[in-house]
């Protein structure tokens, strides 16, 4: 199911991959477009990523699974949510042979989103104040 030369943009990775895990990839691409239509699109790390005022997150098709990178603090966030899947420091495994939860992934995509907004908007804060000095 890996492909061996890196796709430029996600709809070419999306595309090397069987219609089943196509799908399930396109509906994580929708939900991240649908939360935040600005964030940049790009491949890092050979996988499709989205930026909003820094990282928002990453996602990849594996063998028997999706990953979905929405960074540590989303994992920590959505702890209980996540019970039934398997999780690392600041990734998720959704099974090919499970539905994709998509009100979920839906909330940890707005979390980041939010998360990123406010960190961007600190920063602007303190810019502005050492301006004034």
Do not use: W
């Not at 979920?104 to 908007?121: D, G, H």
């Amino acid at each position: 199911m890996e492909h061996s030369a890196t796709p430029k943009n996600i709809k070419e990775y999306i595309a090397c991959y069987p219609q089943p895990v196509r799908e399930r990839l396109q509906e994580i691409y929708d939900l991240v477009k649908k939360s935040a239509p600005e964030a940049e699109e790009k491949i890092s790390y050979g996988m499709p990523a989205f930026t909003l005022h820094g990282m928002l997150l990453y996602y990849a098709a594996h063998t028997n699974h999706i990953g979905l990178y929405p960074l540590t603090t989303a994992v920590d966030a959505f702890r209980e949510d996540l019970l039934q899947y398997k999780t690392a420091k600041g990734s998720i495994q959704f099974p090919h042979n499970k539905p994709l939860p998509v009100k979920l992934i839906s909330q940890i995509i707005n979390f980041r989103v939010t998360e990123n907004r406010a960190k961007a908007e600190l920063k602007a804060q303190k810019k502005s104040k050492s301006k004034k000095k």
